[in-house]
């Protein structure tokens, strides 16, 4: 309009498209789910950066006492236990001055003898089995179980066959759980920055969930480590490449996604929306 | 020795960073980017006339619904006829269709085939060339299951003002959502393929997907690229590659939403998984090399996402034989990189590559407003592995017997599980 000057112009443009979206009495006329979308404003790319860079900052500074407390963990574990093993510590080093310890399991893997790939065999046959017997509403059931009997099928093959040695120990193992576990923790408030703080949750919840997230991984990591050690000294290195490939950074990943899926199903903030519609910014 | 194993493992790596990267780039696109939804506004206009054909064998149980529902819409009626294309059904359909036909003459005009190739795409080309009203501008195709509103075929028509626009595609929304695990995990899959997926492709100026149902064809623009292919199994991402190798836009209308019935179980399911693999492969060897020698009117970007279209079923395979290599390397203790390196890079890679189909869906579902459905995320895992097993194993079985030829063609369709004479759903309490 001539002779106004362009904030007024702005103002006028933004009251007439909040008009397009005030119904009865004032009230809010939501826009078909076809048309939602989410709106970057200031308040979001800052809150989302903070949340995310500041819970890396968090876990990092962190690090030192999640290693301490792993390894009481692990000593205590032990003992309850019974597993008899010595625990050591070994120490890493981030760039930026970071330091930590992580437990390490000095002990020898126990090999499987002839008995023990009998057993195996006959118990993968037993699942192989019992994947047909399931009935078809457990389709996944079956497929997973097959799954599982032909990774522990490889494995009984390995050493049945080969001449060489099994190239993994326990002590690899288990160092190589804690440290992906370490990294999926650290990876937490970036993606969660990336795939959860965009939505239109209240900021608490955000950061809650950032902090529950990291908990229950602190706690999960170090016990499904220890039970993986447990099993394979009751029950050999045979077990090892069916928990590292199925039963270690996997449960690790998908416990990111449960509680990524239950934050989602969270309500939204007081007063905000996951709308207005991207097309009708201007 | 170990290069053999090495290299093709990077090369699947690879793959699989690109399919990564592509699923957070469309999620954010969906949430922040600037939307297209063409013409979907259109009340009121010189309406084309249309065609809508509803190809069926044996639909006697929801054959009925979805003519109820296509006679209730809102396009003026004498622009509109409505072809029930039933081919060679052995149950009640052929009488049900006559029976519509005597009380709504020259409304309903059923095209009643007894030869000649079976199967979808085969009946869709005869009666596309020979039906009665088959000569209308438009032609729209529902499978018989659905259930369309009453302003869906004006918004489905809508995109075809523009005379660019050879295809339209609306979204497919399960009705039945409630019946199992199984439909619940369908449904949060449809909403992330729908809601995010061929959104983002239309914002992006992409290739959506023209998807066989809900959905339509301008029939200058089918003529121009030789009518509906009959020997395939995806006549519809085969069209979608010939009219885009030909100029025309593929359009998709997120708001034009269609109820469908989805498989309630998994023998079902794995059948109709298996079907879209092999008539997706078929068309990824019939156009990736047209496509990939990028005619001029094609851009770089809709060559890049077509062949990734295309390829969407091989990477199930791909990232079996990844799986088998990793296993193989690990067995032999081959480390690819120094120690705390490549478990820092296996670790990044778990992470950010399998939660990257969990963040489209979950996007998806929370722009539909129903969250209660996240919960169930985690789940989709088991979908994904009875897909996973399905679509390589059909990959496999499609590869083996790729050299025989003939016609082999059959009928293959989702079962149904709607109760004839059953009244319609109408979606309401669902979660």
């Known amino acids: 309009m001539p002779g106004r000057s362009p904030i007024a112009a702005l103002e006028g443009t933004r009251r007439l498209e ?46 030192p006492r999640l290693g301490q407390g792993w390894q009481l963990l ?76 032909l990774l522990q099928a490889s494995a009984i093959l390995f050493f049945v066959v080969s001449r060489d040695p099994f190239p993994y120990r326990l002590e690899d193992h288990v160092f190589i759980l804690l440290t992906a576990g370490l990294v999926v923790m650290g990876l937490v408030p970036l993606l969660l920055g990336l795939t959860l703080h965009v939505f239109d949750l209240p900021l608490w919840r955000k950061l809650l969930l950032t902090v529950l997230l990291l908990l229950h991984l602190a706690v999960f990591v170090p016990l499904n480590v220890l039970l993986h050690v447990w099993l394979v000294m009751r029950g050999t290195a045979i077990v090892m490449p069916v928990l590292f490939l199925l039963f270690g950074l996997l449960l690790d990943v998908f416990i990111f996604v449960a509680f990524y899926g239950w934050a989602l199903s969270w309500g939204g903030a007081p007063g905000q929306r996951d709308a207005p519609p991207p097309v009708h910014v201007r | 020795m170990m290069l053999l194993l090495v290299i093709p493992l990077y090369l699947i790596i ?6 990564t990267v592509r699923h957070y780039c469309f999620t954010l696109n969906r949430l922040f980017g600037r939307h297209r939804q063409p013409y979907v506004d259109i009340g009121s206009a010189a309406w084309p006339r249309i065609a809508v054909f509803i190809p069926c064998h044996n ?7 979805m003519l109820d529902a296509l006679l209730a ?8 006829a409505i072809i029930p294309i039933d081919d060679r059904s052995r149950d009640g359909t052929r009488g049900i269709l006559d029976g519509y036909a005597a009380r709504f003459p020259g409304r309903v005009r059923p095209f009643h085939r007894d030869g000649g190739k079976p199967g979808k795409a085969a009946a869709l080309r005869d009666a596309s060339l020979h039906a ?24 489905l028509v809508a995109p075809f003002f523009d005379i660019e626009v050879g295809a339209v595609m609306g979204r497919v929304v399960p009705i039945n959502v409630s019946k199992s695990l199984l439909t619940r995990l369908l449904d949060l899959e449809r909403t992330g393929g729908y809601q995010v997926d061929q959104q983002a492709r239309m914002n992006l100026g992409l290739i959506p997907q023209y ?12 003529l121009a690229v030789g009518g509906w292919s009959d020997d395939t199994l995806a006549e519809d991402t085969d069209m979608t590659f010939r009219l885009v190798l030909a100029g025309w836009d593929v359009a998709y209308q997120n708001r034009s939403e269609c109820y469908e019935e989805v498989p309630e179980t998994w023998p079902s399911r794995i059948a109709q998984i298996k079907r879209w693999a092999r008539g997706h492969n078929q068309s990824l060897a019939r156009h990736w090399w047209a496509l990939l020698k990028r005619p001029a009117h094609v851009s770089r970007a809709k060559v890049a996402d077509g062949l990734l279209l295309l390829c969407v079923y091989v990477v199930g395979p ?27 890079a296996v670790a990044m890679y778990s992470t950010l590559g399998n939660f990257a189909a969990f963040f489209e869906v979950a996007a998806g579902a929370r722009l539909d407003g129903s969250r209660g459905r996240l919960r169930l995320l985690p789940f989709l895992i088991i979908g994904f592995l009875v897909s996973l097993v399905s679509v390589s194993w059909a990959t496999l079985v499609q590869l083996l017997t790729s050299w025989r030829r003939g016609n082999n063609h059959q009928w293959e369709k989702t079962e149904r599980f709607r109760a004839p004479g059953m009244a319609v759903p109408n979606g309401e309490g669902e979660p």
């Open chain 2, 73 to 80: 819409g809102d396009y003026p009626a004498e622009q509109l």
């Open chain 2, 132 to 155: 009665e009203g088959a000569d209308a501008d438009i032609h729209l195709v529902f499978d018989a299951d659905y259930l369309p509103g009453r302003g869906l075929l004006k918004q």
């Open chain 2, 211 to 222: 998807g066989g149902t809900v959905g339509g064809v301008r029939r200058s623009a089918l």
């Open chain 2, 14 to 19: 690879g793959v699989m960073v690109i399919y």
């Open chain 2, 318 to 344: 791909l990232l079996v034989i990844g799986w088998g290599l990793a296993l193989t390397l690990y067995y032999l203790g081959v480390q690819l990189a120094p120690g705390l390196l490549v478990i820092f």
């Open chain 1, 74 to 149: 692990f000593l205590r574990a032990r003992d309850f236990l019974g597993l008899g093993v010595p625990i050591g510590d070994q120490t890493l080093s981030l760039p930026g001055g970071i330091r930590f310890t992580l437990p390490v399991v000095a002990t020898h893997t126990p090999l499987p003898d002839a008995r023990v790939l009998w057993i195996a065999g006959i118990a993968a046959a037993a699942l192989f089995l019992l994947s047909f017997l399931l009935p078809e509403r457990f389709t996944p059931l079956r497929y997973f179980l097959r799954l599982l009997v």
């Open chain 1, 18 to 63: 909040a008009l397009r979206f005030r119904g009865h009495k004032g009230g809010v006329i939501a826009p078909h789910r076809a048309m939602v979308g989410l709106r970057w404003t200031t308040w979001r790319f800052s809150t989302t950066l903070v949340l995310a860079l500041g819970g890396l900052a968090g876990f990092l500074a962190l690090l």
């Open chain 2, 59 to 65: 639909e006697e149980k929801v054959v009925g619904h």
